[in-house]
């Protein structure tokens, strides 16, 4: 039933005769903490008591949040400014006190749009695709390849559509890895992102083989400042509207962008090499996830030049990171040379053994099962797993 938001009694009274049944709250925090407790509810009546800046805040944040609740605006007059507020808000309907039969009309048709959208949103929701975000905690380990091959892979495997996004807003080479040249990047979402729609996005992105588009980083390191965490939630939220697969490469840093794709990522793909400092980077990146409550069972380990003759095993790493190992990508001279010819290796050598560890992941990413990791407390394990690579060793 709707919610009536008036402090006046009378009116009140008046607005819940035109509007039938009806709840009845008399302040907008109030009727905050009311909305969170009934999702459900498809229209708010504000009434001509409450203040117009603070309605008009209200209809501004509700309209994203919850764009299938109608805001009404009742006033005692209506007038060209009152509408002009109303109209950049995003209320649906403004009414006078005494026309109730527009005030009728108007929780009819919210009540109509209601049930619409909540039918398109769980249609959608059903639908929405799978956002994989590939991190390592140190630069110079493949990530970059790896993002971009598994995106192509993806596609490959079943008629998919698939977008990569390049989060490395400051030093992004998703573009010059693919050697694609776009007139536009994700720097331009920033003068639409008050209303930025999947349309909208969709103008941004550079298309690269069928199947497969990209939206680059901004071509000015500077530009990283202008792009909120919410504009990069609002960005991935519209593209797994669209895509069947959004493939995430980052920097490799905890910045906030990073955090907001972590906080929407179905997989997160964590790249190390078996050397130390790699190791190192990421033990510490996967404690710091741990405090911030990211789920274990989201993450699965990519250990990149897998038989590289460093002086690590690949047991050695897992052992490291208390974590299996998802995917083992072996060592070429063949993949810097692809990354020269602006090619994908698993699109160039399909038959290469880098472009079939690739394969693989692709299709662990795309299978229907959570990834699997080693979760058990590596204290509770026998002393020589435990020891790993960094941790201390016990007295003699």
């Known amino acids: 039933m709707p919610t009536i938001v008036e402090t006046d009694p009378t009116t009140a009274e008046t607005l819940a005769g035109a509007a039938g049944a009806s709840t009845r709250i008399d302040a907008i925090d109030t009727l905050k903490a009311h909305l969170e407790s009934h999702p459900d509810e498809f229209a708010v009546i504000l009434g001509p008591s409450m203040n117009l800046s603070a309605a008009v805040a209200f209809a501004d944040t509700y309209r994203v949040m919850r764009p299938a609740l109608s805001v009404i605006l009742v006033r005692h007059s209506v007038d060209t400014s009152v509408l002009a507020e109303a109209l950049r808000s995003g209320m649906r309907e403004v009414a006078a006190t005494s026309d109730d039969a527009t005030i009728s009309s108007a929780v009819r048709r919210a009540r109509t749009l209601h049930e619409a959208l909540t039918q398109q949103q769980v249609t959608s929701s059903q639908e929405r695709g799978r956002v994989i975000t590939v991190f390592s905690a140190k630069g110079g380990v493949g990530k970059t390849t790896i993002a971009t091959n598994l995106a192509m892979a993806l596609a490959d495997s079943g008629n998919r559509e698939v977008c990569l996004v390049d989060l490395d807003l400051a030093f992004g080479d998703v573009a010059i890895t693919l050697q694609v040249?776009?007139?536009?990047?994700?720097?331009?979402a920033v003068a639409m992102q008050h209303s930025l729609d999947l349309a909208g996005l969709e103008s941004l992105l550079t298309p690269y083989y069928d199947g497969v588009s990209a939206l680059v980083a901004p071509v000015q390191p500077d530009a990283k400042d202008t792009i909120s965490s919410q504009l990069v939630a609002r960005i991935l939220e519209l593209l797994r509207q669209r895509f069947t697969f959004v493939v995430v490469d980052t920097p490799p840093a905890f910045d906030d962008q990073v955090l907001?794709?972590?906080?929407?990522?179905?997989?997160?793909?964590?790249?190390?090499?078996?050397?130390?400092?790699?190791?190192?980077?990421?033990?510490?990146?996967?404690?710091?996830?741990?405090?911030?409550?990211?789920p274990r069972e989201r993450c699965s380990l990519v250990l990149n030049r897998a038989d590289a003759k460093v002086g690590i095993t690949a047991e050695e790493a897992s052992t490291t990171l208390a974590m299996t190992i998802t995917s083992s990508i072996p060592s070429s001279r063949d993949v810097p040379a692809s990354i020269n010819r602006g090619e994908t290796m698993v699109r160039s050598e399909p038959r290469h053994s880098v472009s079939a560890a690739i394969q693989s992941l692709a299709d662990f990413c795309a299978a229907a099962h959570e990834p699997v990791v080693e979760t058990d407390d590596p204290t509770r394990t026998d002393p020589a797993r435990r020891r790993g690579l960094f941790a201390r060793k016990g007295r003699s």
């Open 181 to 188: 040249f776009p007139t536009r990047t994700i720097a331009d």
């Open 260 to 294: 907001q794709a972590f906080d929407v990522s179905d997989q997160i793909l964590l790249v190390a090499t078996p050397d130390v400092p790699a190791l190192k980077n990421l033990k510490i990146a996967l404690e710091t996830m741990s405090l911030l409550n990211y």
